[in-house]
C-alpha cells in the first residue's frame, strides 16, 4: 500500500460462504478453498484513512457489485439539535454570464455544524441567493431555491448545482449565496460572494471543435457507453505510432477497462479490499495488470514513466479535479495524453435526481455532474487542452495534452 497515513482494523464483519460464492461467480475466480481462504481475509479488515472522502470511497466493494449486505460499512449519525455552521468551500460560477439565462453552476457545501442539514421536511435547508448592483441596491428578483439532493450529516460535505438567473440588465452585479431553512426559522450570513458582469455579448468557453451528439432519451446503457469509451481510447493510443510500453488507469477498481493491452498495466484505486479482488482475478490469466493502492493527487510514480493515463467515469469524484489531472499528465511521457471517458456532463436538480445516486451520496460518496463549461474550467485550471471532446448524451469522453510551449519572440 502506498497511501500516506492510512490504517487498518478488524471490520467486525463476518462474509458469509454465500457471499464468498456469489463474489467468486462475479469475478470469475475459481472456486477452491485457497481462493475462498484469501476472501475471507480480504473482507476481515477494512482501511481508514485521514482524509474523510478517501475512507468514503474505501471498504465499497460488495456495494459496486450489487450486494446489499447490513453491518458492512457504517452509517452516519443524524442530529437535529446543536449548532448550524456551513460554509460553501469551493465555487464554479463564472466571472460573466449572460443576462436573464437560468444556469447551473457547481458549489462545494460542508455542513461545519452539529446538526444534519435535511433535504425535506418542514426545516429543509436550501441554496438561495440575493443579486445587488454596483451601487448596493438589491436587486428585484426572485431568486431561484436550490434544494439539497440528500441530508448533510456533521462532518460531511456534497457537490451541488446552484441554480442561478443573473438578472436581465446587463451591468456589474455582486450575487451572495446563503443557506436557509423552509420554516424560516435560520438564515446564515453570506457564505459567498461573487463579482459578476452580466453582458449580451456572452459566449460559452466551450471550444467549437467539441462535438455533441444528441442521444435518445432512455437509450443510454453503461456496458456500451464503456466499451465505446474503448474503442476512443485505442483510437487515441494507435496515433502515438509507437508501441505501447506502460498504461496507468485510475478508478479502474478491480476490472480495469485496460486489461486487454499488449503491455504492463498499472491499475491504481484507493479501495484496497477491491484491489486485492482484482488481484487474485488477474494473478492467473493477465499478469500484465499490476494493481496498486495510491492517491490520484500524490501518485508514487516518477515523472513521464507512462504513455498514458486513463480514467473511465472516475474523474467526477474527486474534490479538485483540476489538480488530479494535473498529477497525471506529470506521469505520462511528453508526447503522452490523459483520457478521461464516460464522464457523466450536465447538471440536475434534487427533485429529480435518481436512487442510485441518491444512495452514493447519503454512503459519502463523492457523486457530482459537471457541465460543459465547467470541464473547460478544470482544463484550464490543470493548465491542459483537450485536443479531442465528444459530448454524447449524458456521456463525457475526452483526450487531454499539455498546452503547447509558447513561440519564443
Same mark, same amino acid.
Given at each position: 500500500?502506498?497511501?500516506?497515513?492510512?490504517?487498518?482494523?478488524?471490520?467486525?464483519?463476518?462474509?458469509?460462504?454465500?457471499?464468498?460464492?456469489?463474489?467468486?461467480?462475479?469475478?470469475?475466480?475459481?472456486?477452491?478453498?485457497?481462493?475462498?481462504?484469501?476472501?475471507?481475509?480480504?473482507?476481515?479488515?477494512?482501511?481508514?484513512?485521514?482524509?474523510?472522502?478517501?475512507?468514503?470511497?474505501?471498504?465499497f466493494y460488495l456495494q459496486r457489485i450489487g450486494l446489499k449486505v447490513e453491518g458492512y460499512r457504517a452509517q452516519a449519525d443524524v442530529l437535529d439539535h446543536g449548532s448550524l455552521v456551513c460554509e460553501l468551500a469551493s465555487h464554479m460560477?463564472?466571472?460573466?454570464?449572460?443576462?436573464?439565462?437560468?444556469?447551473?453552476?457547481?458549489?462545494?457545501?460542508?455542513?461545519?455544524?452539529?446538526?444534519?442539514?435535511?433535504?425535506?421536511?418542514?426545516?429543509?435547508?436550501?441554496?438561495?441567493?440575493?443579486?445587488?448592483?454596483?451601487?448596493?441596491?438589491?436587486?428585484?428578483?426572485?431568486?431561484?431555491?436550490?434544494?439539497?439532493?440528500?441530508?448533510?450529516?456533521?462532518?460531511?460535505?456534497?457537490?451541488?448545482?446552484?441554480?442561478?438567473?443573473?438578472?436581465?440588465?446587463?451591468?456589474?452585479?455582486?450575487?451572495?449565496?446563503?443557506?436557509?431553512?423552509?420554516?424560516?426559522?435560520?438564515?446564515?450570513?453570506?457564505?459567498?460572494?461573487?463579482?459578476?458582469?452580466?453582458?449580451?455579448?456572452?459566449?460559452?468557453?466551450?471550444?467549437?471543435?467539441?462535438?455533441?451528439?444528441?442521444?435518445?432519451?432512455?437509450?443510454?446503457?453503461?456496458?456500451?457507453?464503456?466499451?465505446?469509451?474503448?474503442?476512443?481510447?485505442?483510437?487515441?493510443?494507435?496515433?502515438? %505510432?509507437?508501441?505501447?510500453? &506502460?498504461?496507468?488507469?485510475? *478508478? +479502474?477498481?478491480?476490472?480495469?477497462?485496460?486489461?486487454? @493491452? /499488449?503491455? =504492463?498495466?498499472?491499475?491504481?484505486?484507493?479501495?484496497?479490499?477491491?484491489?486485492?479482488?482484482?488481484?487474485?482475478?488477474?494473478?492467473?490469466?493477465?499478469?500484465?495488470?499490476?494493481?496498486?493502492?495510491?492517491?490520484?493527487?500524490?501518485?508514487?510514480?516518477?515523472?513521464?514513466?507512462?504513455?498514458?493515463?486513463?480514467?473511465?467515469?472516475?474523474l467526477h469524484h474527486f474534490l479538485d479535479p483540476a489538480a488530479c489531472l494535473k498529477e497525471l499528465m506529470r506521469t505520462v511521457r511528453q508526447d503522452g495524453f490523459v483520457a478521461i471517458l464516460c464522464e457523466p456532463i450536465g447538471s440536475?436538480?434534487?427533485?429529480?435526481?435518481?436512487?442510485?445516486?441518491?444512495?452514493?451520496?447519503?454512503?459519502?460518496?463523492?457523486?457530482?455532474?459537471?457541465?460543459?463549461?465547467?470541464?473547460?474550467?478544470?482544463?484550464?485550471?490543470? %493548465?491542459?487542452?483537450?485536443? &479531442?471532446?465528444?459530448?454524447? *448524451? +449524458?456521456?463525457?469522453?475526452?483526450?487531454?495534452?499539455? @498546452? /503547447?510551449? =509558447?513561440?519564443?519572440?
Amino acid at each position: 500500500m502506498l497511501i500516506e497515513g492510512m490504517e487498518s482494523e478488524a471490520s467486525g464483519f463476518s462474509i458469509s460462504e454465500d457471499l464468498i460464492s456469489q463474489v467468486l461467480r462475479q469475478e470469475m475466480i475459481a472456486d477452491e478453498e485457497s481462493n475462498r481462504a484469501q476472501i475471507r481475509d480480504i473482507f476481515a479488515r477494512n482501511f481508514r484513512l485521514t482524509d474523510l472522502f478517501l475512507t468514503a470511497e474505501n471498504n465499497f466493494y460488495l456495494q459496486r457489485i450489487g450486494l446489499k449486505v447490513e453491518g458492512y460499512r457504517a452509517q452516519a449519525d443524524v442530529l437535529d439539535h446543536g449548532s448550524l455552521v456551513c460554509e460553501l468551500a469551493s465555487h464554479m460560477i463564472p466571472r460573466t454570464l449572460p443576462p436573464s439565462e437560468l444556469r447551473s453552476w457547481n458549489v462545494r457545501l460542508n455542513n461545519l455544524g452539529q446538526r444534519t442539514l435535511h433535504c425535506q421536511g418542514a426545516s429543509a435547508a436550501f441554496l438561495t441567493y440575493r443579486l445587488v448592483d454596483a451601487n448596493g441596491q438589491e436587486v428585484a428578483v426572485e431568486a431561484e431555491k436550490t434544494s439539497l439532493p440528500v441530508d448533510i450529516p456533521s462532518g460531511r460535505g456534497i457537490t451541488v448545482p446552484l441554480w442561478l438567473q443573473p438578472p436581465a440588465q446587463p451591468g456589474l452585479y455582486t450575487v451572495e449565496v446563503r443557506l436557509e431553512l423552509a420554516d424560516g426559522s435560520w438564515s446564515s450570513a453570506p457564505l459567498l460572494s461573487v463579482e459578476l458582469d452580466v453582458r449580451p455579448d456572452w459566449s460559452s468557453s466551450v471550444p467549437a471543435h467539441w462535438l455533441n451528439l444528441h442521444r435518445l432519451p432512455g437509450t443510454y446503457d453503461y456496458q456500451i457507453d464503456h466499451e465505446i469509451g474503448r474503442v476512443f481510447l485505442k483510437e487515441e493510443m494507435a496515433l502515438l %505510432g509507437r508501441p505501447l510500453e &506502460r498504461v496507468l488507469e485510475i *478508478g +479502474g477498481c478491480c476490472n480495469p477497462m485496460t486489461w486487454d @493491452l /499488449p503491455c =504492463p498495466v498499472v491499475s491504481a484505486d484507493i479501495d484496497v479490499q477491491t484491489l486485492q479482488v482484482g488481484a487474485l482475478r488477474f494473478s492467473t490469466y493477465r499478469p500484465n495488470v499490476e494493481f496498486v493502492a495510491a492517491d490520484a493527487h500524490r501518485l508514487p510514480f516518477a515523472d513521464g514513466v507512462f504513455d498514458c493515463a486513463v480514467m473511465f467515469a472516475t474523474l467526477h469524484h474527486f474534490l479538485d479535479p483540476a489538480a488530479c489531472l494535473k498529477e497525471l499528465m506529470r506521469t505520462v511521457r511528453q508526447d503522452g495524453f490523459v483520457a478521461i471517458l464516460c464522464e457523466p456532463i450536465g447538471s440536475y436538480r434534487a427533485e429529480g435526481l435518481s436512487n442510485e445516486f441518491k444512495a452514493d451520496l447519503e454512503q459519502g460518496i463523492n457523486e457530482q455532474i459537471f457541465t460543459p463549461e465547467e470541464y473547460g474550467q478544470i482544463f484550464a485550471r490543470a %493548465g491542459i487542452q483537450a485536443t &479531442r471532446a465528444v459530448i454524447d *448524451g +449524458g456521456s463525457f469522453k475526452a483526450i487531454l495534452r499539455r @498546452l /503547447p510551449e =509558447p513561440v519564443p519572440p
